[in-house]
């Protein structure tokens, strides 16, 4: 019996007894295939972020109402804007871009209710009491308001220095370390069913700003204070997009949180020229790829989608041209570029799902992330059946001639093509229903067919 499926899901999971041998190639897209259509194929979202006053462009809010399946407000949700006065809520402008996003048929991410910019003079010079329960109220009714209305908020917003302390804003110094995870866990009862993000810059690769984040959602999962993402804004430079990115990715996906791309833009000198916007595409492309790379990482947005609506030659005088389309809302190489990492190119292209004809207590899934020449980067994604599983082996035979060169979150054996993986100290036990990912990094040939694994349960 075979199944086939282009992405690992739930429904791997609920598998049993089948063995499934399954190679899916995403059929080539056309460059007229919006980025939210390529995007949703592969499981992800792309948004941008939209003003009020955006959707008086009708040119530009149909480019957005076509490319993106998320709009993110970019100044509306704000603490200025919403609640400019103590006590006085303000939804004006907010409604104003959620009923335009709802109107092309888009949700809606929150953005953002703590922060130490855009928040009024009446709020910082409050007492540290008073703060405390200004926040608590502010986050409780501006998330009631919307509840429904945006799936996911960005709770907290950069809240580290640039070597991974805490920020020193208003907010540490008169709450202290306690007002992150205050301002989640109001967040959470304010509205148990939006999705509480984290989001921070220049923390899109591996370093001292990310670890200090890294280590704060480690902490946060420890002591139960819900969490249930990282944005990445991903404010980038042409030709310096972080190597370390989808490590970045991964290891935040690990703890496990979501991970979004929140306000993507590589900017240049300006002008452009051929050559600059051909690199930016391919940073473009990276930033994609590593997003796709990891089954974690939800959706990318953009912050504009234009040139000319965007905050980046008002901020850096001389700089500019970030994002995928131009001043003209005429697309750039970047956007046949993410076009063609969403919709062609893009890692997540081989899902082989196999279990035993005899109920083995576990089910594998194993998935091509990542494919470069004479390499591979694969998951494997091990699923409890109806009971607990408290240890667990995989296994499986290359057929190509592969061979795995080192691997994470599993203690991996080789004996020619012969593979075993077997769970590592932390991640034996999996609960009924649940699931757990190992991954490797391999040698292969031109061809790589994705193997039938094996899944033994302790
Ligand atoms: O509303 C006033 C208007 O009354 C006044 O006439 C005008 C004069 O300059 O200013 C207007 O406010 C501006 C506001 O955007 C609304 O347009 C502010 O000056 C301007 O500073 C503000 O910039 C925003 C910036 O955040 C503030 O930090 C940008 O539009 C917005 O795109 C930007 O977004 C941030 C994210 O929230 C967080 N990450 C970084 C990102 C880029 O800075």
């Given at each position: 019996m075979i199944s086939t499926s282009s992405r690992i899901g739930a429904a791997v999971a609920a598998a049993v007894s089948v063995v499934a041998l399954t190679v899916v190639l995403a059929p080539p897209a056309s460059a007229a295939t919006p980025l939210r259509d390529l995007a949703a194929a592969k499981g992800r979202y792309f948004g941008n972020a939209m003003t009020a006053g955006d959707f008086n462009d009708a040119g530009y809010r149909s480019l957005s109402a076509r490319e993106a399946g998320v709009v993110t407000p970019g100044n509306e949700m704000k603490w200025d804007a919403t609640e400019p006065n103590r006590g006085t809520f303000a939804f004006a402008r907010g409604d104003q871009v959620v009923a335009g996003a709802v109107?092309?048929?888009?949700?809606?991410?929150?953005?953002?209710l703590v922060w130490h910019n855009q928040t009024p003079t009446w709020a910082s010079n409050l007492s540290a009491t008073e703060l405390r329960s200004a926040m608590v109220n502010h986050i409780t009714t501006v998330?009631?308001?919307?509840?429904?209305?945006?799936?996911?908020?960005?709770?907290?917003?950069?809240?580290?220095?640039?070597?991974?302390?805490?920020?020193?804003?208003?907010?540490?110094?008169?709450?202290?370390?306690?007002?992150?995870?205050?301002?989640?866990?109001?967040?959470?009862?304010?509205?148990?069913?939006?999705?509480?993000?984290?989001?921070?810059?220049?923390?899109?690769?591996?370093?001292?700003?990310?670890?200090?984040?890294?280590?704060?959602?480690?902490?946060?999962?420890?002591?139960?204070?819900?969490?249930?993402?990282?944005?990445?804004?991903?404010?980038?430079?042409?030709?310096?997009?972080?190597?370390?990115m989808q490590q970045n990715i991964q290891r935040l996906a690990d703890l496990g949180v979501d991970v979004a791309v929140t306000e993507l833009d590589i900017r240049m000198k300006t002008p452009s020229d051929s050559s600059k916007l051909a690199?930016?595409?391919?940073?473009?492309?990276?930033?994609?790829?590593?997003?796709?790379?990891?089954t974690r990482c939800v959706g990318i947005t953009t912050w504009g989608l234009s040139d000319n609506h965007s905050w980046i030659p008002g901020v850096f005088p001389g700089e500019g041209a970030a994002l995928p389309f131009d001043n003209n809302l005429q697309p750039k190489p970047a956007y046949n570029a993410m076009s063609a990492a969403f919709g062609t190119g893009g890692p997540t292209t081989t899902t082989t799902t196999t279990t035993d004809p005899q109920p083995t207590g576990c089910t594998a899934a194993y998935r091509v992330t990542g494919q470069w020449q004479g390499g591979f980067q694969a998951e494997v994604e091990v699923s409890a059946g109806s009971t607990p599983v408290t240890g667990w082996t995989v296994t499986w035979s290359f057929v190509n001639g592969q061979s795995v060169s080192s691997s994470w979150n599993a203690v991996v054996t080789t004996s020619g093509g012969a593979v075993s993986a077997r769970n590592a100290d932390h991640n034996g036990s999996i609960a009924a229903g649940s699931s757990t990912t190992f991954g490797f990094v391999g040698t292969s040939g031109s061809t790589n067919s994705a193997p039938s694994p094996t899944c033994r349960a302790a």
């Open positions: 109107a092309a048929g888009q949700k809606v991410r929150g953005h953002t998330m009631g308001h919307y509840k429904g209305k945006v799936f996911a908020w960005d709770v907290v917003n950069e809240a580290f220095a640039e070597n991974g302390t805490r920020r020193q804003s208003f907010w540490q110094q008169k709450l202290g370390d306690g007002f992150i995870a205050d301002a989640f866990r109001a967040a959470r009862a304010a509205d148990p069913t939006a999705k509480l993000y984290y989001n921070d810059y220049n923390t899109d690769g591996v370093g001292a700003k990310s670890d200090g984040v890294y280590n704060m959602v480690k902490a946060f999962k420890q002591q139960g204070v819900p969490i249930d993402g990282v944005g990445l804004q991903a404010h980038l430079v042409v030709g310096q997009v972080p190597s370390t690199q930016q595409a391919q940073d473009y492309t990276k930033v994609v790829n590593a997003c796709l790379a990891v």
